[in-house]
């Protein structure tokens, strides 16, 4: 092998450690920092709910409104 493919293959080697790396800390951050789907699906009930609620006293406003009239 000549001086030149080592040097490429060293410089393959170096950025393949930088790609481990940063798929490692990618994994860290993700167990660490973001919220499962199980976890998650309580939170979008009670808002689901509560939008529910609301548009249900919107509607029930304006049928109010034109029943009053």
């Known amino acids: 092998m000549s001086q030149q ?4 293959i060293a410089k ?3 950025d ?3 790609i ?3 798929i490692s800390d990618i994994k860290a951050k993700m167990r660490d920092d973001y919220v499962t789907h ?3 699906a309580p939170v979008k009930q009670v ?7 609301i548009l249900l006293a919107v509607v029930g ?5 034109v029943i009053k009239q």
Not at 5 to 8: F, G, K, L, M, N
């Open 20 to 22: 481990k790396r940063d």
């Open 5 to 8: 493919e080592d040097i490429t």
């Open 16 to 18: 393949l450690e930088y």
């Open 38 to 40: 199980a976890e998650f």
């Open 61 to 65: 406003a304006i049928v109010a409104l």
């Open 47 to 53: 808002v689901f709910g509560l939008v529910a609620v």
């Open 12 to 14: 393959m080697a170096t």
